[in-house]
């Protein structure tokens, strides 16, 4: 078994993480990265749109100010006020800095860093490259990495966060290539490992996303907050099967292209919620006069926050009114050039075209919603980064608070340069305080042996079938709307799924080996989709990515709390807890709380009140 | 809009090499049932969930963005979570082997750091001062041309097909590979980079072994024309520097 | 679940990737020899207007049609073509298509993607002779000028003799050959890769220099064909002088109309 020892270790290699290594290193702490997958692989990558930042080069009239307003009303109010308020305060400085490190994003006439529209965005905020914007940032962080010389750790799956006395002490995984234990000893950990979507079989994310940070840190004593607020992303290809669920960038209305249903109507200005009634376009003429004229036109509903779009075109596929395989239609072809469409997504065309046989430029793109973002995750520090447990950090998708009950598309981006640079400077700080790496207990690392190599030694269940038996529970009971009864019953499912992964064989050896991988990573899915279906059972309104089909208002009790999970004696535990009050100034930047209103699209009335459109 | 389903034979043979060291290893072959708009890695799953349980296949997005699920699909490398069941022959098998240049890991995933290697010997992005309003300014028409670079998703299968590696182990340590001639021109064409990268070009990383044979372009999944954008640039620069015998005599004569 | 152990095999790749080598050793063969006889022949290069591309430009005093000159004299008495010959095949060994095409169909290193290359050693162009490759930008020069006068050539080849001893404008196939093959040479010739660096492709900083912005794409929209170019002017050169030979020989005869002829 390797043994080696850091001041500060990043887990994952994404965004978030890699801004982490980078800041750490330069604080002058001895900095490893480790990552599931090879280096600069990350989810990071496939992130298209861009990174949202008041960087004010296309509409002077933006500023942080209405960037936190966008970002609030956006995840309607359950954010955490402060992280709000540095992201949207740091953001362009993160992203120019991207450009000191060699990134080079489109350019607006004069030179300066373009930026386009986006979903919840008062102004065309996000600085961007074509719709690779990810892949850019991603390999602009990499090559920062390699230049400061941090060490990587590729395809090394940690599986247990080593504490001494409550305080971390380092972590301990193991290496696909070779299938060996590795242990690393470290004064502070951040925890950078992304999200949860592959407990979900309709989903934009890859195979990492197992929610591996968050089950080991709840396990380790952090809590976890927001678990119910999961965000479905509204456009993800649904045609042919084996693609079901690729991401079709926001960019595409960014730039133009609007929802249709099979009848070829705008379905989106029927689900207009009155809380964004004031700012939304409400005739067709309008909104497509917004693209050009942002100051006297209202912006077009398709644009609306991901959850209200993904709950309509869920309504309208219910209706009966969504497109040959179940989806909406995305039209772009009708309404731009083939020569914009082909310069602005180039990797959409290329995506359809390859595994579609859809050419963009000619035919609509056939839609619909998949799991994409986890808002919820470890409670951190909004000014650290720092979980509940001593020297260990979150920052990126698997921290909480920053994005509340929905994320704006384009904020994530931001987010993990903003938090990902301060989770790496506290945590370096933390590490130069510390004379030594707490002690690692050999009984934690026996046991973390014993039950990595449990599943090894014996014919038991199939992981594969485990996982697609997880991903049915989790997409059909605990989907984009969730009732009381589904939920239990999913809990009740989980449990027997726990049940038969005590059992979990796999067979062959230790070297690369997708099946025991596959095995391992099933632990922490069970765990984090056991949070999720708890925390949604538990919050009994909806209220942004948590729509509840048998509570179908926001509660404005319920918008005053967090549903926080503990471990406790080997079981997730819920309680509530009162979110952090917001300081008058920036409440009155943000608006007042919406009143308990419908969520719109819960049940779908909205049609017949558009002159007797049926 | 709605295409008819693909037709074809609803089974096919996958004949997947299996084997942690080239000389013992083995193709075998897989009956599958298939669905159409499959891609490759959607039928190696689907051996791994009914057959091969720990069949090593390296992925990750599997869309195409990231670059990992690289292989040799009949000898041709392909990223699989892009090559579609309907482009290829599927009245005999499909070959799906590891990528030659690199060493085995074990079935089809190989050992690439090669070329996470290669990439910590170039020189990192230097840029020149800013304007004076503290801006930095570039404009869309020289971006455009750095950004093509950028499209690069590291999946090495230019480095893998690349014959100077592939078939000359020997040329290994003097040779940076298609990726990292990518990578040099986007940084010698950045309208804000000051370094100098141009005698590295040719001495260290081997510039002058390509022979300009294209299979780089041939293969590159993002399109990029490296030979033609990146590779011949490049070598047009080492020209300039280090053989263009009127840029020696001008300078000669005029001291500089 | 057979199994069989296979990577003995060459290539693993089940398509014809032989075909485009064995095309292009074929064409380059035969263009090889047909030139080489047709440069030595001194016979049967010009039939009034019409002067053979490999003729031009005619230097030596014993020429049939001079170009200009006479640069060379009266003592050399084999082919003209001889002393123009290096400037083409200079240029066109190495241009980096040409150079692609023979490594691949004659060096086979390699004949085809992912198939083997012949020779177990490879040191491509870092030492001699190979690195000579890296004079390519000093035979575009003489390419360029050649372009030019095969220019003149073509126009030329649009006057046609009349019996008081004159020349009257007419179009006959000859002409339109004799056109279209320079057009074809200078797609081909201002396509260069060289030609692209030297016109904008060395700048970093386009927005300085917005003309030399504006030749550098359009060169770039030429280079995207340049392999094309590069055959088609190849073969365009070789059916120009056959046409000329042939109508010389007297086996075929040139339609044309000349007009106030």
């Avoid at chain 1, 949604?536 to 209220?543: G, I, M, N, P």
């Avoid at chain 2, 503290?134 to 020289?142: D, F, L, N, S, V």
Wanted: charged share 25%; glycine share 8%.
């Amino acid at each position: 078994m390797d043994d080696l020892e850091y001041d500060v270790v990043v887990i994952g290699a994404g965004g978030a993480g890699m801004r982490a290594a980078i800041e750490a290193k330069a604080q002058g702490a001895r900095t490893a990265i480790v990552c599931k997958s090879l280096f600069g692989k990350a989810h990071t990558v496939m992130a298209e749109g861009g990174i949202a930042a008041a960087l004010r080069n296309v509409w002077k009239e933006d500023s942080w100010q209405v960037h936190f307003r966008d970002t609030m009303r956006g995840g309607k109010l359950l954010n955490h006020w402060r992280m709000a308020q540095i992201h949207a305060q740091e953001s362009p400085d993160r992203v120019l800095e991207l450009e000191e490190w060699g990134a080079m994003f489109d350019r607006t006439p004069d030179g300066l860093i373009l930026q386009r529209d986006f979903g919840g965005h008062r102004y065309a905020r996000l600085a961007h490259v074509g719709d690779r914007t990810g892949l850019e940032m991603i390999r602009t962080l990499q090559d920062r990495a390699v230049e400061l010389g941090i060490d990587v750790l590729m395809e090394c799956t940690i599986q247990k966060l080593l504490t001494d006395d409550g305080r971390v002490a380092g972590c301990l995984g193991y290496l696909r290539q070779s299938g060996e234990m590795v242990l690393l000893r470290a004064k502070a950990i951040v925890l950078a490992t992304g999200g949860i979507g592959k407990c979900w079989r309709v989903t934009s994310n890859s195979w990492e996303y197992t929610g591996d940070g968050m089950a080991m840190a709840l396990e380790a004593g952090a809590d976890l907050i927001d678990m119910e607020f999961v965000q479905f992303h509204p456009t993800g290809m649904v045609w042919p099967p084996s693609v079901r669920g690729i991401l079709v960038t926001e960019g595409v209305r960014g730039d133009g292209g609007t929802l249709r249903n099979k009848d070829g109507e705008r379905f989106m200005f029927w689900y207009i919620p009155d809380f964004f009634r004031e700012e939304t376009a409400d005739t067709e003429a309008e909104a497509d006069r917004w693209y050009d004229n942002k100051k006297d036109n209202r912006r077009t509903p398709d644009l609306l926050p991901r959850d209200e779009v993904a709950r309509a075109i869920n309504t309208e596929v219910k209706a009966g009114r969504g497109s040959a395989h179940g989806g909406v239609l995305l039209d772009i072809a009708s309404r731009r050039s083939p020569e914009y469409i082909r310069s602005r997504l180039p990797s959409m065309y290329h995506q359809f075209k390859e595994l579609a046989d859809i050419d963009i430029t000619k035919e609509p793109m056939e839609v619909g919603p998949t799991l994409h973002y986890m808002m919820g995750g470890i409670r951190v520090d909004p000014d650290t980064q720092a979980t509940t447990v001593p020297g260990l950090f979150a920052a990126g998708e698997v921290a909480a608070g920053m994005h509340g009950s929905n994320r704006l598309g384009g904020n994530s981006l931001s987010d993990l340069l903003v938090f990902g640079r301060r989770a790496g400077l506290h945590a370096a700080q933390h590490a130069n305080a510390q004379r030594a790496p707490g002690a690692v207990d050999p009984a934690d690392v026996a046991a973390t042996e014993r039950r990595l190599a449990a599943p090894l030694e014996r014919a038991g269940e199939d992981p594969y079938a485990l996982h697609h038996d997880l991903q049915a529970v989790m997409q059909d009971l605990v989907g984009i709307i969730r009732t009381r009864t589904e939920l239990d019953e999913a809990a009740r499912q989980l449990g027997d799924l726990r049940r038969r992964y005590d059992r979990v064989g796999a067979k062959g050896g230790r070297r690369y080996n997708p099946g025991w991988n596959l095995a391992l990573d099933l632990a922490s899915m069970l765990t984090v989709a056991e949070a999720v279906a708890r925390s949604a059972a538990l919050r009994e309104e909806s209220r942004g990515g948590h729509t509840r089909g048998d509570f179908p208002n926001s509660d404005p009790e319920w918008g005053r709390k967090n549903v926080v999970a503990r471990w406790r004696d080997g079981r997730i535990e819920l309680t509530t807890e009162p979110l952090a009050q917001m300081p008058p100034d920036l409440a009155a930047i943000v608006g007042s709380e919406p009143k308990a209103t419908e969520q719109t699209a819960v049940e779908s009335t909205a049609p017949a009140g558009l002159g007797g459109h049926r | 809009m709605t295409k008819a389903p693909e037709a074809g034979p609803r089974e096919v043979t996958m004949r997947v090499w299996r084997g942690e060291d080239r000389a013992s290893g083995a193709f075998a072959d897989h009956r599958v049932a298939v669905d159409p708009g499959m891609v490759i890695l959607d039928v190696l799953f689907r051996v791994q969930a009914t057959s091969a349980p720990d069949l090593a296949v390296r992925w990750n997005c599997k869309a195409g963005k990231c670059g990992s699920c690289s292989a040799e699909v009949n000898g041709r490398p392909r990223l699989m979570c892009m090559t579609r069941l309907s482009s290829l022959p599927l009245d005999q098998p499909i070959t799906v082997a590891p990528m030659a240049t690199f060493p085995l890991v074990r079935d089809l995933v190989t050992d690439v750091s090669f070329n996470y290697e290669k990439a910590k010997t170039i020189p990192a992005f230097r840029p020149a001062p800013k304007d004076a309003d503290g801006t930095r300014r570039m404009y869309q028409e020289e971006v455009e041309r750095v950004q093509e670079f950028h499209k690069c998703i590291e999946c090495f299968l230019c480095q893998d097909v690349c014959h100077v590696i592939r078939d000359h182990e020997e040329n290994k340590e003097a040779f940076a590979g298609p990726r990292f001639f990518v990578r040099l021109a986007a940084l010698e064409m950045h309208p804000l980079d000051t370094n100098d990268r141009i005698e590295l070009a040719r001495a260290k990383h081997g510039l002058g072994y390509c022979n300009i044979t294209k299979c780089c372009t041939e293969v590159c999944p993002e399109d990029i024309h490296i030979t033609d954008n990146a590779i011949i640039p490049l070598k047009e620069r080492v020209v300039t520097e280090f053989y263009d015998p009127l840029v020696w005599a001008k300078r000669r004569l005029l001291g500089r | 679940m057979a199994t069989m152990t296979a990577l003995r095999q060459r290539t693993l790749r089940r398509d014809a990737w032989w075909i485009e080598p064995a095309f292009l050793f074929v064409l380059f063969s035969a263009f090889v020899v047909y030139s080489f006889f047709a440069g030595i022949a001194n016979a049967n290069y010009f039939v009034d207007p019409y002067l053979s591309p490999f003729y031009s430009p005619c230097i030596t005093a014993n020429c049939a049609h001079l170009t200009f000159g006479p640069i060379v004299g009266t003592w050399w008495n084999l082919a003209p073509a001889i002393w123009i010959v290096g400037f083409p095949l200079s240029f066109r060994l190495t241009c980096y298509y040409y150079r692609k095409a023979y490594y691949r169909s004659f060096f086979q290193a390699p004949a085809a993607c992912t198939v083997p290359d012949a020779r177990s050693k490879y040191g491509g162009e870092t030492a001699f002779p190979l690195v000579w490759q890296n004079i390519h930008r000093l035979t575009w020069y003489p390419a360029v000028i050649l372009v030019f006068i095969l220019a003149l050539d073509a126009v030329q080849a649009f006057w046609f003799p009349t019996a008081s001893g004159g020349h009257a404008f007419g179009i006959g196939l000859g002409s339109l050959l004799m056109t279209v093959n320079v057009v074809l040479l200078a797609l081909y010739t201002f396509g260069c890769h060289f030609c692209r660096y030297l016109f904008g492709g060395r700048l970093d900083r386009f927005h300085l220099r917005p003309i030399a912005f504006r030749l550098y794409s359009l060169i770039s929209a030429l280079n995207l064909s340049h392999g094309r170019y590069a055959i088609l002017s190849l073969v365009s050169v070789g059916l120009t002088d056959l046409y000329v030979r042939l109508l010389s020989l007297g086996v075929i005869v040139d339609p044309r109309i000349v007009f106030g002829g």
